[in-house]
């Protein structure tokens, strides 16, 4: 019987462990000043074939959003359905927006159009780290190519995962 309670218990504990993950509330500013968009190219360690030990760290490209597209992309990243459960192993990035308030950087998204992987740093708080959802992946590149930056991203191979 102990065995059947203790069987339940991790059930349960592993369930909840599983369930789909979502930034806490606090930590996505509502409104935002600008929001700064920088596409890099990045091939770390762990992602480098072998023979080949130079580490790459490229800046393909670089834009402000407009106020509009600022609010919509606050927006997406607030809903519950931009996120799925999982996180690849590999810490690879290829998008990084920098949002602004009142002059300061309010928080920071890193995203990897490779492995979906998504993480979000608020000083002083707590940090997020997940997956984004197709849904999101495909904001992104309509996003992109609306800001022709699509094509600069795309020709490292690393759209893979928003594809």
């Known amino acids: 019987m102990i065995r059947r309670v203790l069987l339940f218990q991790l059930l349960i504990l592993l369930g909840t462990a599983s369930a789909q993950k979502v930034p806490d509330s606090a930590l996505i500013p509502i409104t935002v000043d600008s929001i700064r968009l920088r596409i890099e190219l990045n091939r770390e360690k762990e992602m480098l074939s ?11 490209g670089t834009t402000r959003l407009d106020s509009k597209t600022s609010k919509q992309f606050i927006k997406r990243i ?7 459960y999982g996180r690849a192993l590999l810490t690879h990035h290829s998008l990084v927006f920098t949002c602004f308030s009142n002059e300061k950087v309010a928080l920071t ?14 000083e002083g708080t707590d ?9 999101l992946g495909n904001y992104l590149v309509k996003l992109l190519v609306r800001l022709n930056l699509y094509e600069q991203l795309h020709e490292t191979g690393d759209t893979e995962g928003i594809d």
């Open 50 to 60: 072998p023979g080949n030990e130079e580490e790459v760290h490229k800046l393909l």
């Open 78 to 84: 607030s809903k519950k359905g931009s996120y799925s």
């Open 109 to 122: 998204v890193h995203i990897s159009t490779l492995t979906r992987n998504i993480s979000l740093y608020k």
């Open 127 to 135: 940090s997020f780290y997940g997956k984004i959802s197709k849904k």
